[in-house]
């Protein structure tokens, strides 16, 4: 059984287009992550939700855009894509609460590799 | 400001032998910190973590970390290094969030360990 899955796994389109990237976690977690690995493998988080709530929302351009329908699934939408938007898009859960459980550890999904041309 | 450093792009070691995969983090307060690996094409995975107590922390597949405060470092250790270790390596930290907000993890930006047979 897969923890965090997320869907597709590669996402090839063109500058401009719309796409979205699903992810889901059947851990009971209540917290999700979206990061950004880019080429050079650097990570860096871009949104956090706690049980649908928007919790971490780093400088990313309001091009992308996060929704929670429940706390399983944290999916991603990206409006207008550009060259720079090409990498390697991981969502993420644990469990964790405001202020508490900062301390556990993340599980990450496999991957959604885009690439805009 | 939070941030984890690791020195070494690349480390080579013979199969065998042992390996240190090397980290040292800034973080306000008291630090939370984590190793995960990556596989090619995979997603992150939980390696081990330091939380409170021992400062020796042991970890999945072999793996162990130590802790130490006053040179603010979590260097990753393995008694004798597999093939099947080779992959990239991340040391995080994660400050601790207060009140409405979420601890954010700051990733270094990885160690590619190579064990040779």
């Known amino acids: 059984d897969t923890a965090v899955s997320q869907t597709p796994k590669y996402l090839v389109t063109q500058m401009g287009n719309d796409k979205s990237i699903k992810c889901e976690q059947n851990l009971g977690h209540d917290t999700m992550y979206w990061y950004k690995q880019d080429s050079k493998k650097f990570l860096k988080i871009m949104f956090s939700?706690?049980?649908?709530?928007?919790?971490i929302n780093e400088t990313v351009p309001n091009r992308f855009s996060p929704k929670s329908p429940d706390k399983a699934h944290l999916n991603l939408h990206i409006n207008s894509l550009e060259l720079g938007d090409s990498a390697v898009y991981f969502c993420a859960s644990s469990q964790a609460f405001k202020g508490f459980g900062d301390y556990n550890e993340q599980f990450f999904g496999p991957g959604t590799r885009l690439t805009v041309l | 400001a939070q941030s984890v450093a690791q020195p070494e792009d690349q480390v080579n070691v013979a199969e065998g032998n042992p390996l240190t995969v090397k980290c040292t983090y800034s973080?306000?307060?008291?630090?939370?910190l984590f190793w995960y690996v990556q596989y090619p094409n995979r997603g992150l995975q939980f390696l081990l973590k330091?939380?409170?107590?021992?400062?020796l922390v042991k970890g999945s597949y072999g793996f162990e970390a130590e802790f130490n405060k006053s040179q603010t470092s979590f260097h990753l250790k393995k008694p004798s290094a597999l093939v099947s270790d080779s992959a990239l390596y991340f040391c995080?930290?994660?400050?601790?969030?207060?009140?409405?907000?979420?601890?954010?993890?700051?990733f270094g930006r990885g160690t590619q360990l190579t064990v040779w047979p």
């Open positions: 995080a930290v994660r400050d601790q969030g207060r009140g409405s907000t979420l601890g954010r993890l700051y």
């Open positions: 973080v306000s307060g008291n630090p939370y």
């Open positions: 330091y939380i409170t107590g021992d400062n």
């Open positions: 939700y706690n049980n649908k709530e928007l919790i």
